[in-house]
């Protein structure tokens, strides 16, 4: 019905929308952005104890 699946729908099933193309656009276009370093840019950021965001990317990284 929401077109989230790829392939022939079952015959008793009216697509609405194609969900499935919509979604894997978005995830590539993310990945895009993260791998080329336009996201998360500073408007993305903040801090929990108020204090400047680090100024080093590789400072704010997690497990590292």
Known sequence: MLGLTTGK????VKRYANLADDISRAVGAYAEDVRTGKF???EHEYTAN???AAKDREEARYGG
């Open 50 to 52: 108020g204090s400047p």
């Open 40 to 42: 998360p840019g500073p």
């Open 9 to 12: 729908a079952p015959k008793f």
